[in-house]
């Protein structure tokens, strides 16, 4: 059992350029999540999706989208990259409301 | 909007000594509160969770009381091992239970 499995581990790029951050899981969990984590400051969500078709804004969203075509897959795309989006992003996944989520190993993306 | 403030670090420990990691917070009606553990180079686990008030949180020798009165979820436990190590997060689901938001999180250090 994979869990949640997050695609690269590493990435650098250069101010401007777009990628998407590739995120799946095999629990068949409705509820996923992006978070990006920077120091001092905790996780910050960024998307979310309660199940496919469906996703939502969370605190820090700008600069970010995000599609869910299946249950599986939670890509997140930036779309002009820029040094302030340098950060680690998890994704995470769950059964449902007020329940504990499965976390991602993490991308270390950084934005030159 | 919901935050939660927990104590800085980092936290250096003997081996044995008791821990506290104090977490409040601020929220509307009644979130459920987790903490979660993140160990070096890898993504978040959840270490406990609490859904109601004066509810218990615990899982290996960890514990956590939900204290609606003081708005509090503070972290203990009795006798820390080196393996304790690690970076430790407290977290409250809003009502919807769509998003969780994070503390800035806490360094553990445990020395032999």
């Known amino acids: 059992n994979a869990g949640v499995t997050q695609t690269p581990k590493f990435q650098v790029l250069k101010t401007g350029q777009s990628m998407t951050l590739q995120c799946a899981q095999d629990?068949?969990?409705?509820?996923m999540s992006w978070y990006r984590q920077d120091p001092g400051m905790g996780l910050r969500l960024i998307h979310y999706?309660?199940?496919?078709?469906?996703?939502d804004q969370g605190e820090v969203p700008n600069g970010y989208n995000v599609s869910r075509s299946t249950t599986e897959d939670f890509p997140l795309r930036l779309l002009s990259a820029a040094p302030s989006q340098t950060s680690v992003y998890f994704c995470?996944?769950?059964?449902?409301?007020?329940?504990?989520?499965?976390f991602g190993d993490g991308t270390r993306l950084s934005i030159l | 909007g919901d935050s939660v403030t927990q104590m800085e670090g980092p936290v250096t420990l003997s081996e044995e000594a008791f821990l506290t990691i104090n977490c409040t917070y601020t929220?509307?009606?009644?979130?459920?509160l987790f903490w979660y553990v993140q160990y070096p180079g890898e993504g978040l686990q959840l270490l406990l969770k609490?859904?109601?008030?004066?509810d218990k949180g615990s899982n290996k020798g960890f514990e956590a009381t939900y204290r609606k009165e003081t708005t509090s979820f503070h972290l203990e436990k009795g006798s820390v091992q080196v393996s304790d190590s690690a970076v430790y997060f407290c977290?409250?689901?809003?009502?919807?239970?769509?998003?969780?938001?994070f503390g800035g999180g806490t360094r553990l250090m445990v020395k032999p």
């Open positions: 929220a509307t009606g009644y979130p459920s």
């Open positions: 977290a409250l689901s809003d009502q919807a239970g769509n998003m969780l938001t």
């Open positions: 995470a996944s769950s059964t449902g409301r007020n329940q504990p989520q499965h």
């Open positions: 609490a859904t109601k008030a004066d």
């Open positions: 629990m068949n969990h409705e509820y």
């Open positions: 999706s309660v199940g496919a078709g469906i996703t």
